[in-house]
């Protein structure tokens, strides 16, 4: 493909070039944030990056496997959940967890920058 490609050195230049102003952790804590980017493809297949959302709007319907996705990403390997609270959570019902593959979630994220070691 080559759209994919396009847009995702698109956000690791944008976020290369912010991150002394995106950069927040310190000895107490590290946070994440979710950017919305908006791309324009011409009729040439070229991908244009329009804004990036500090805040993207997320339809109603995406929202709950939208967070699972980030708590399994950002906060899972930290703090692995205990499977007893989530159904709890959830009626009794676990929610299907993505498979985590040497620090890579195997699901819809897809780490694009390598991460610095001792970063963590």
């Known amino acids: 493909g080559l759209l994919l490609p396009q847009m995702k050195r698109m956000v690791v230049q944008t976020l290369l070039a912010a991150r002394g102003n995106l950069r927040v952790a ?3 804590y590290s946070a994440f944030q979710l950017l919305g980017y908006d791309f324009l493809i011409d009729d040439e297949l070229r991908a244009w990056l329009c804004e990036i959302n500090a805040s993207p709007a997320v339809a109603d319907e995406l929202l709950a496997d939208l967070v699972d996705a980030l708590v399994q990403s950002a906060v899972d390997p930290y703090c692995p959940p205990i499977e007893a609270l989530i159904q709890s959570t959830r009626g009794g019902r676990t929610p299907a ?9 195997t699901g819809r994220f897809e780490r694009l920058y390598p991460e610095r070691s001792g970063s963590r």
């Open 97 to 105: 967890r993505r498979e985590v593959d040497g620090g890579r979630i």
């Open 26 to 28: 310190t000895d107490y």
